[in-house]
Every structure is written in structure tokens, then in C-alpha cells.
């Protein structure tokens, strides 16, 4: 399986990715690749850049140099846009439509019917609040709905910018599932979080820092290179380790 | 193990086919907004029958302008209708900073439809708010003194210019990014010109020493209206189209 695996092209490429927001700089230096049919979780604080990287590879922010290639495309190529969903931070669905109707919207645009509406709402466990408008609903199931806008069109590339925050344990639980069973089926998971404890449930692991790539690792070596268990105590032991490298 | 590599929807046939159907749900989606959020049907209604009223009893007796109100009622009709197409400039803003416009930027769908549904739903809002200004109009006095073809052509022309108008508001809310500010400016430059135009007093009105004027434009309103709606249309629809497929919530 692992060969099989290793024979499919990598379904994101990013080499020398540097990002500028005004005079700042967001993004500097990346490079790493991701193979297909994995859940990789970006990791790091709040402000290290995990939107910006997130909205590079769907093609929706400007790149101030190196490349981004998704699914052997350059990121943003219009042919890639029936095969890459993308959920965007803040959840962005129209709040005076019901749930269902904002999955429809977003499906239709994609060439998605009912059928599968219903089934991406059924799929982040909102069955019952199809007919709620999305204005009426907590703050954690309207995230949801926007989820479901992105996973209607059953993209080849999901690019997931925080999609458990403001969920119940029970929740998270259930859609982390929901996430393994589409990389089970070949569907290729970039998830973003800053919740550590999340970070067991991806195959690889990217952690970003004040816009630079810390390390790609699996979740198994981190815990091995901080020395504990506890994925939150590897990362901090991490830039520790990092800052003290610097230091002398 | 089967690979997911090949995208689950293909196209739905030719990019016209495509784009008449994304069109048309972003149609749908701003008419169903149109219901769902009455305070805007609410307040499309009032506005117009406010300023008939003000205008034709408070003001009418101070015009001496003879049959003002058949006068007012093309300004109003004019003013009420520019304003509806602000509705679209906010609409944008609105989507650009919830991140919806990153989202369709990810979907395969024609960089035009949101646009075209935006100008349509404006168009519906406009519909109705000339039907009340008709009848607001109709009970303080005003008639219809052109024939039933040359009335229809009027209710056109003036439907026509707010569509055109509505798309350099929906370039204008994706530039200033911000709802409340679209609606602020577009007050701002909306309300003064129509004061210093010709839709409540004659120009020769307003100051007695000043000549009447026989600028070419005033003496050829129809014409000089459809070249304005032609020269928007060519104008800022490719300029929004263009906008739309480039710009970022950041």
C-alpha cells in the first residue's frame, strides 16, 4: 500500500514560497511537498501564516516569489478549481439562507446537485437543522455549514483553515473520522489548527513558526524528537530547541 | 485502493450554458434575500414615497414651477432608482469581507455569475420601488400625459440606467472593501448631484440670472441617457468581471 502510495504524484509542491503582506513578510522560504491521500495538519501559532499558506495553495493570494504547484498545476490554474475545496477561515456561507440552501449554492456553482447536498450536510452531522437558517444556528454549526460547502463538490484537495474550532469534543472526534475516511478513499487533507492534541490524527505534520517551515515530521517524531508524549510540550521543546540553535 | 484523482463533476457543457446557469442561481440567491431580509424591501418601499411626499407637499408650493409634481416625479423616479444600485456596491463589500468571494474564487464557475445575479437582484428592487413611487405618485397628482409605448420606454430607460449603474457600485464596493463605507460615500457624491442637477428645480430656477440653458444634453435627454448607459455598461462591466476574478479579502 505504502508503494502504491508512493507511486502517485505529490499533490502539493511548494519551493521557495515567499509571501509579502504590505512591508511585512508573511511567508519566507518554504518549501516542502505533500503526497496524496493524506491528512496533513499545519501547525503553529496564531500569526505564523497558516491562512496565508492555506489561501497560496487554493490560488487565492498573491505570491511575492518561488511557486506553488497543486496537483501538477501552478496553484489557482482554473482546470484546478473542479478538483480543490477550500474553507475558508471565517465560515463563509450567507447567513439568511438555510443550511441546506448555502450547500446547494456552493454545490451548484461546482456542477453538484441535491443529492449531493444532502449528502455533504449529513456528512457534518447537521441532518437536522437542514431546513435552519444558518443566522439561527450556534457558532460551531455554522462553521460547520461552510465545511459542508466545501466538501459538496468531492474535491480531490481539501485545504480545511481551522475547520474544529468551536466544537464539542464529541464533534471533533466524529469529523476527524469523517476526514481519515476521505484520505482512506484517496482524498488529499490539508488541515489547520492550532489545537496540538489534533495534531496526533494527521500522517504528517507541518509546523509553521513567524512564517518559516520549523520542521515536516509525522506526528510519531515529534513526540520522539521533543521527548514526550505530549504533542504541545514536543512543538514548544521544539522552538526551544530552535531558539537556543540560534542563540549560539 | 482506488485513487480520487479525477475531478466527482465535470463541466455542464459549453461556457455559455455554464454561465447562463451560474447566473442564474446567483439570481436566485439574491432574489430569496430579497425575502429574507425584508428590512430591505422595507426601506426601498418608504424612501420613495418619503420623498414624493416631502417633496410634492412641502416644497411644491415654494417651486413655482407650474405642475411641479409632474416635474418632481422624473427625479424622484431617477434619484430613488440610483439609489437601489448602491445596494450592490454594499452586497460585494460585504461578500469580499466575509471570505465568500475567496471561496467562489475556488469554485468552477464563470467569474461573472455572482456580478450578474448581484445587478439582477438590484434590478428586482428597483422594479418595485418604481411600482410604489407610480402609485404615490398617482395619488398626490401625478399622470401619465405620453402615450401607454412611450411610458413603457420611459420605465425602461430609467430601469435600464440603474442596471448600468449598478455595476460600477459593484466595482466600487469590491475596491473600498468595506459595506459601511460604500454606503456613506455613495450619500455622499449621490445626494449632492442630484440637488445640483435638474430632478427637483429647472436649472433657470435656481439662479434667475442664469441664461436657460441649451446645453445639447438637456435638449436631447433620451439620447444623452442611452449613450451614458451604453458607455457604463462597456465600461465597468469588464472592469468588475476583472476585479472579481483578482481580488482578495486580504
Not at chain 2, 428597483?126 to 413611487?133: A, E, Q, T, V, Y
Not at chain 2, 444634453?217 to 451614458?228: A, D, F, Y
Request: aromatic share 8%; glycine share 8%.
Amino acid at each position: 500500500m505504502t508503494a502504491q502510495r508512493a507511486a502517485e504524484p505529490d499533490a502539493v509542491e511548494v519551493s521557495g514560497l515567499m509571501i509579502n503582506r504590505g512591508r511585512h513578510r508573511v511567508l519566507t522560504d518554504l518549501s516542502f511537498t505533500l503526497p496524496s491521500g493524506r491528512i496533513t495538519g499545519l501547525l503553529g501559532p496564531s500569526g505564523s501564516g497558516k491562512t496565508t499558506l492555506m489561501r497560496a495553495i487554493v490560488g487565492a493570494q498573491r505570491i511575492g516569489g518561488g511557486s506553488v504547484v497543486v496537483l501538477g498545476r501552478a496553484a489557482g490554474h482554473p482546470s484546478l478549481r473542479r478538483r480543490v475545496g477550500y474553507m475558508t477561515q471565517d465560515p463563509s456561507v450567507y447567513p439568511d439562507l438555510t443550511v441546506e440552501a448555502n450547500v446547494r449554492y456552493f454545490g451548484a456553482m461546482a456542477g453538484a446537485g441535491r443529492r449531493d447536498a444532502q449528502a455533504a450536510v449529513d456528512a457534518v452531522g447537521l441532518s437536522d437543522l437542514r431546513r435552519r437558517k444558518a443566522r439561527d444556528l450556534s457558532g460551531g454549526q455554522f462553521s460547520r455549514v461552510s465545511l459542508a460547502c466545501a466538501l459538496v463538490a468531492r474535491p480531490v484537495l481539501l485545504v480545511l483553515d481551522e475547520p474544529t474550532v468551536g466544537l464539542d469534543p464529541v464533534l471533533r472526534v466524529d469529523l476527524w473520522n469523517r476526514f481519515a475516511a476521505l484520505a482512506a478513499e484517496g482524498t488529499t487533507l490539508i488541515i489547520s489548527s492550532h489545537v496540538m492534541e489534533e495534531a496526533g490524527r494527521c500522517d504528517s505534520l507541518l509546523l509553521l513558526r513567524e512564517g518559516r517551515l520549523l520542521a515536516q515530521l509525522t506526528p510519531q517524531e515529534l513526540r520522539r524528537r521533543g521527548a514526550t508524549d505530549d504533542l504541545e510540550l514536543a512543538f514548544l521543546r521544539l522552538i526551544q530547541a530552535q531558539n537556543a540553535g540560534v542563540a549560539s | 485502493m482506488t485513487a480520487v484523482t479525477q475531478p466527482a463533476f465535470e463541466s455542464v457543457g459549453s461556457p455559455l450554458a455554464q454561465f447562463v446557469s451560474d447566473g442564474w442561481i446567483a439570481t436566485r440567491r439574491n432574489l430569496i434575500k430579497i425575502k429574507r431580509v425584508p428590512e430591505i424591501l422595507v426601506f426601498t418601499i418608504l424612501q420613495p414615497i418619503m420623498f414624493v411626499l416631502l417633496f410634492s407637499q412641502v416644497y411644491a408650493g415654494a417651486m413655482n414651477v407650474p405642475d411641479y409634481v409632474n416635474f418632481l416625479m422624473a427625479g424622484i423616479f431617477a434619484q430613488t432608482v440610483i439609489f437601489g444600485s448602491t445596494f450592490s456596491g454594499a452586497a460585494m463589500a460585504q461578500d469580499l469581507k466575509d471570505g465568500i468571494i475567496d471561496r467562489f474564487r475556488t469554485l468552477p464557475m464563470s467569474p461573472a455569475a455572482v456580478l450578474i445575479g448581484r445587478t439582477n437582484g438590484d434590478l428586482v428592487i428597483n422594479s418595485i420601488s418604481m411600482l410604489i413611487m407610480m402609485g404615490t405618485g398617482w395619488v398626490v397628482g401625478w399622470r401619465v400625459t405620453t402615450s401607454f409605448w412611450g411610458f413603457l420606454g420611459g420605465v425602461g430607460v430609467l430601469l435600464l440606467f440603474s442596471y448600468s449603474f449598478s455595476w460600477v457600485m459593484a466595482l466600487l464596493g469590491m475596491s473600498v472593501r468595506s459595506p459601511e463605507v460604500i454606503n456613506n460615500a455613495s450619500f455622499m457624491i449621490l445626494f449632492p448631484l442630484t440637488f445640483i442637477s435638474n430632478a427637483f428645480v429647472p436649472i433657470h430656477n435656481t439662479n434667475p440670472e442664469f441664461p436657460e440653458p441649451t446645453a445639447w444634453t438637456l435638449q436631447n435627454p433620451i439620447v444623452t441617457v442611452i449613450i451614458g448607459i451604453v458607455v457604463m455598461l462597456v465600461i465597468f462591466v469588464p472592469l468588475a468581471v476583472r476585479k472579481f476574478a483578482s481580488v482578495s479579502s486580504r
